[in-house]
């Protein structure tokens, strides 16, 4: 525990103006100001380094580009590999591991060893990998690296430890599992075909042991070429060769039949007893055409031949449809007995795999379900039923059903939000799933005692939203929202639809939740808001609609009378903003017909709609068209419940929005916000160098190979930190409210210099664009950064008086070719056009620093580092606060930081953090009590409530891209400062509670975590967890509260992760159990007959064949081992897991048997030596019985 005690000046402070003059009050960390107060701020900081460790939790979603799959038939668990590297391994709900393999290679193949807890993977760079699945976090125990040859598939038999490696050139290599080390037991390739074939056989597509014979190995040759190996004799019992390429290879369980799949969509029957041709051919899906040919069909990939004790074989594959049918979808057949059904699949079929009561492969199978890994799906399909349904999938795999376009982590929620969303979503749940129970039930999973209610809220790019309960490291899916219901769909061939022509009008951009009073917010791509509340019952209801004018055009303003007619706020009483900000049209920003375009990117429906229960719009906000230019997008959002107000901001200007009464409060631009207080010596730009600056980024963006890019990016990524990237620039004017059966504006009739209104959303998931991170010019790579994003150059604060061009590199000068140096002018004018609104906060405090009581304010930040405080006039008497206009007062304090403002943070003058205040939430839909009337009940948490003097103030904590300082209200004193990067950018900020405490968390653009101690800005934990981080993830990373974060690792994964060392210590305790010591199931009897006419598998000894006393040991250059980084613990795990205990259950089997054969050797000698007493004790009885006694 640290203790700071600072003395602060309160009376003695400068004018803002001068507060501005002097954009940084300190430069070290947590550098305080000196000025004298005669009141003492007494803080206790408990957070120290020590509370701080960063660290992976869990992983949620849809494995992105899986590869290959795996099932332990014992175990039931099941595992998924990936093209970068990462294997996902899945039990019972609850049970979900992640691991990834260092090199990033693909995972080629996966092999459990069944119910020893080890997993065998083969990735792309030929290196086998063996996993410890005994520990909660699964490490590697060895690795076995080929340098030679390529990997192409693998077999490990059931309880055997020798692992069969084939590879692309057709050879057969042996690996003990134990040591990880090759026998010198080879199978080359040459010996396996006739010494006549003078083609080679391909790689090798399938290894298999017979379930007749151990002995015997099923060798596959790409080429068409079968092989049976015997490996006692070392020679091949029988060679096939076929004409068509072999892909798969399944054996009927008696051993005495296989089945393979063929390129040309055929499938073979083999019986052992005549190899020369197949017993059966059939094309399943290849029709006799007129001619008397087959028709052509798709190779089918893989089949399984399964039998069943209670009904025919089953003959499962993937592919083999005919190629005449255009855009079939891929499917997966099931034949049983005569009966052939297809199931279409949504996406490509990956791998599939089916799931068997028995993990011996001599007898029965009886399959019950088959897993398809699809490319962008995961299903399970009910074998028993007749109908296939498939299982409701219990993990989170749909996450990605519409690319992911947001991201929004809540934790420690009210009680009650989880268990009401998930009784309204589950009615619309879909049915027609198996009954059973899901067949992936392995490992164990209890409820930690560290858990709280958490939620997480995805936004879409197909408008939908999505909450999930992501409480104790799990989720799922609780409630689904589609925006786009509010919406009108645009028609093809009408004139504005027409315009409006994208893939993703709806997409979500940014959303705002407020769980207590349950409103919810959402900012879409097509620059509109719409506003939900929550009721339990479903209503009739007609959406009410603002339009707004929210568009700048600093040209306007070269007059003084034109001034004078721009106010910066509206007036007290004032109901209709429209009257305001109404500026004269110059005649080239009208459309060519001369009429001016006033109409919103999408048309709200104007009808009565019924709502079902859950959330339900109540206002709709929409940006307008302005001389055919599109609205720019909205960059910050903030709603308060208790004020019900909600602020929204762009490249533009600022609005405010009272949605109780369902009127525009105040709609102004960036600039005329500053009023008097400006900091920069703004100036005027004659419309002629406008209309040139404009026309030549315009010749920039409007080029093919722009547009193109473009429409390759997500929407949301137009703005970074809230810049707004837009060329051109336009009229501002404040909003005016829309009656819902009003008539529209007039139509576009063509598209203006600008860019689309908004792009194909391919989702911050679609995001792959890496941030390029400067050592040495921080302002340099975020130039460089936008420049990727968006060709054209961005202005910030700490660019201010830059003139030097910067240079990029060679790749990154073709991407972007516009780069300049910048003069004082040109830097004036983009600071004019180019300064966002970037966030916005409602809270209580100062406007003034003559306040002596705080009141409702709104905090605005902008891209250039200016903090404005607005303070706001509402009444709080109930029926007033619903008759009366809420007011808004001239701009108070205006602070100055480097780089765009990110986040406010507010804490009482006890270091404490102070919450906004709220309404608590009434259903507006439920039957209305006479006794009890329907008022709003406020929660407000005043900076004085929790301090014994009343009316002490409060610090306000304020974080740029670039720096952070905490401010004491009223008398705006900057108490400290730090400068948090001068090499990157902080993405993401937020001041968060952890361990009864709050500190300052920041994630930078080159991949740094770092929290900072409140109120003294102390650096508590800086890690490098990203070296390089791309679109994505800076798009979608956000921080909560507890000391959890979480982003989007890939398009359909989202990655958790804690900087708290306290969930640090208890990550294993909450984290599923992968291994659960199981018997192995007894092989049954196969009888007498069977096992001396089929011969006995059971008594072939590998060990003899590929030990090193007979086989040899193999080359050095061949395959080197690498030792895991699993550790000696590790390895004891691994000496215990299958092959230890088989080795072990060997040994003791000896033991026993020999203490058993000495044993009966000690009682036969006993009873030899009983014999020999007793028969010396009768001779002595017979020569001493006629004795007396005196004759002894």
């Known amino acids: 525990m640290k203790k700071f005690r600072k003395v602060l000046d309160g009376l003695t402070t400068s004018s803002p103006g001068g507060t501005m003059g002097s954009p940084s009050c300190g430069s070290a960390a947590g550098t305080p100001t000196a000025a004298p107060t005669p009141k003492e701020i007494d803080v206790q900081e408990t957070l120290v380094s020590e509370n701080f460790q960063l660290c992976k939790t869990v992983r949620h979603g849809f494995p992105y580009q899986p590869t290959s799959l795996a099932f332990d038939p014992v175990q039931k668990i099941l595992a998924i590999g990936s093209r970068s590297g990462g294997v996902r391994i899945l039990g019972r709900p609850g049970v979900d591991c992640y691991c990834q393999h260092e090199s990033g290679a693909a995972v080629l193949q996966l092999q459990f060893l069944i119910n020893e807890g080890a997993l065998v993977t083969a990735c792309a760079d030929d290196t086998l990998h063996l996993w410890n699945l005994r520990q909660r976090r699964p490490a590697v125990l060895h690795s076995l690296k080929f340098n030679r040859e390529r990997i192409t598939f693998c077999h490990l038999p059931f309880q055997s430890k020798w692992l069969y490696v084939g590879t692309e050139r057709g050879n057969t290599h042996i690996v003990n599992i134990e040591s990880f080390i090759l026998s010198g037991y080879v199978i080359m390739w040459n010996k396996a075909i006739e010494l006549s074939t003078k083609t080679h056989p391909g790689p090798v597509v399938h290894l298999s042991d017979s379930p007749k014979d151990e002995g015997k190995l099923l060798i596959g040759f790409e080429g068409g070429t079968i092989v049976q190996w015997d490996l006692r004799a070392k020679k091949a019992d029988f060679r096939i060769y076929y004409d068509e390429a072999i892909h798969s290879v399944s054996w009927h369980h008696e051993g005495k039949q296989f089945m393979c799949s063929h390129s040309d969509g055929s499938l073979t029957l083999w019986n052992l007893r005549n190899t020369t041709k197949p017993f059966q051919v059939t094309f399943p899906h290849g029709k006799i055409q007129k001619d008397g040919r087959k028709e052509s069909c798709k190779p089918i990939l893989k089949v399984e031949y399964k039998t069943s004790r209670s009904s025919e074989p089953f003959v499962i594959f993937s ?123 392995g490992g164990t999973w209890t409820l930690g005692s560290h858990t709280y209610p958490e939620i997480i809220i995805t936004g879409h790019a197909d408008g939908s939203i999505k909450f999930w309960d992501a409480s104790a490291f799990t989720l799922q899916m609780l409630y689904k929202l589609k925006t786009s219901k509010v919406f009108e769909k645009p028609k093809p061939g009408e004139g504005r639809a027409a315009e409006l022509g994208e893939e993703d009008p709806f997409a979500v951009q940014m959303v705002s939740w407020c769980p207590h009073s349950r409103i919810f917010c959402v900012v879409g791509i097509s ?428 610090l306000a904590v304020v974080c740029s891209e670039r720096q ?123 009888g007498f007959l069977k096992g001396f006419f089929g011969g006995n598998a059971h008594t072939f000894d590998r060990e003899e064949l590929f030990g090193e006393a007979a086989a040899g040991k193999a080359s050095r250059s061949l395959a080197q081992h690498i030792p895991g980084q699993g550790g000696v613990e590790g390895m004891k795990v691994a000496a215990s897991g299958a092959v230890g205990e088989l080795a072990r259950a060997r040994i003791a089997l000896d033991e026993r048997g020999q203490r058993l054969g000495e044993l009966e050797e000690r009682t036969a000698l006993m009873m030899t030596s009983a014999e020999t007493f007793s028969k010396h004790a009768h001779e002595l009885m017979l020569k001493c019985k006629d004795k007396k006694w005196y004759q002894f």
Request: charged content about 20%.
């Open 319 to 441: 592919g083999g449809l005919s190629y005449d049918k255009a855009g079939r979808r891929p499917a997966l057949t099931i034949m049983h007995g005569k009966a052939i059904t297809v199931l279409e699949m949504d996406y490509p079929i990956v791998e599939f795999m089916v799931l068997c009561e028995t993990p011996y492969n001599n007898e029965v199978q009886d399959p019950y379900a088959v897993v398809v890994l699809l490319e962008k799906d995961f299903i399970v399909v009910d074998l028993t039923q007749s109908n296939f349904p498939v299982f409701e999938n219990p993990y989170p795999m749909d996450i990605h059903e519409s690319p992911v376009t947001c991201t929004a982590y809540f934790a420690d929620c009210p009680p009650d939000i989880i268990p009401i969303l998930y009784s309204i979503g589950a009615k619309n749940k879909k049915t027609g799933y198996s009954h059973k129970e899901w067949p992936i039930g």
């Open 527 to 954: 620059a509109h808001i719409i506003l939900y509340r929550f009721s339990k019952y479903d209503a009739n209801t007609q959406i009410v609609s603002l339009e707004v004018r929210l568009q700048c055009e600093p040209e306007d303003i070269i007059t003084p009378s034109e001034n004078e007619n721009n106010p910066c706020f509206s007036e007290p009483g004032s109901h209709s903003p429209q009257t305001h900000h109404q500026h004269p049209v110059s005649p080239g920003s009208r459309t060519p017909d001369g009429a001016k375009d006033s109409i919103p990117c999408l048309k709200v429906k104007d009808k009565m709609v019924r709502v079902p229960p859950g959330y339900q719009s109540d206002l709709v906000i929409q940006l307008l068209w302005v001389d055919g230019e599109p609205p720019q997008q909205i960059t910050s959002l903030d709603l308060n419940s208790a004020y019900g107000l909600l602020a929204f901001g762009n490249c533009n200007g600022l609005a405010v929005v009272d949605y109780l009464q369902k009127t525009v409060i105040l709609c102004i631009s960036t600039l005329d916000l500053y009023g008097a207080t400006d900091p920069y010596q703004r100036l005027t730009r004659s419309p002629r160098r406008n209309r040139q600056s404009t026309s030549g980024l315009t010749e920039l963006t409007d080029n093919q190979q722009s547009i193109d890019m473009e429409r390759s990016k997500s929407p949301t990524s137009d703005h970074v930190n809230g810049h707004c990237t837009s060329p051109t620039s336009q009229p501002c004017s404040a909003g005016k409210p829309r009656i819902p059966m009003g008539p529209e504006g007039p139509r576009l009739t063509r598209r203006g210099p600008g860019r689309p209104p908004f792009r194909k959303a391919q989702s911050a998931a679609c995001m792959e664009i890496s941030l390029p991170v400067s050592h040495t010019e921080g302002h340099a790579s975020r130039r460089a950064m936008l420049q990727q994003l968006h060709g054209v150059t961005m202005y910030s604060h700490d660019e201010h008086h830059t003139t030097a061009s910067y240079c990029w590199n060679e790749r990154e000068s073709r991407e972007n070719s516009f780069s300049r140096s910048r003069s004082s002018s040109v830097s004036s004018i983009d600071r004019d056009t180019k300064e966002a609104i970037t966030t916005l906060q409602f809270g209580e405090s100062y406007g003034r620093k003559s306040d002596a009581l705080p009141t409702p304010c709104l905090w605005v930040g902008t891209s250039l580092g200016v903090v404005i405080l607005i303070p706001l006039s509402i009444p709080t008497d109930h029926e007033e606060r619903m008759e009366d206009p809420v007011t808004v007062g001239p701009s108070g304090a205006v602070q100055m930081l480097k780089g765009s403002v990110l986040r406010f943070g507010f804490l009482d003058c006890n270091g404490a953090l102070i919450q906004s205040p709220y309404e608590v939430w009434r259903d507006l839909n439920a039957p209305e009590d006479p006794d009890r009337p329907r008022r709003r009940k406020l929660v407000h948490f005043s900076p004085s409530s929790s301090q014994d003097a009343f009316g002490e103030g409060h």
């Open 964 to 1086: 952070a300082k905490v401010f004491l209200m009223p008398s705006q004193s900057c108490l400290f400062v730090h400068n948090i990067t001068e090499s990157s950018f902080v993405l993401r900020a937020d001041v968060v509670s952890l361990c009864n405490s709050v500190c300052l968390a920041c994630f930078c653009a080159n991949g740094h975590v770092m929290t900072l101690s409140l109120p003294s800005l102390r650096p508590l934990m800086d890690v490098n967890y990203l070296p390089l981080t791309d679109m994505r993830i800076a798009r979608t990373f956000c921080f909560t509260n507890e000391g959890q974060a979480l982003y989007l690792s890939s398009p359909t994964e989202i990655q958790r992760i804690t900087y708290s060392q306290e969930m640090c210590d208890n990550l294993q305790e909450m984290l599923g159990e992968l291994f659960t010591p199981i018997e192995t199931p007894e092989a049954q009897n196969r």
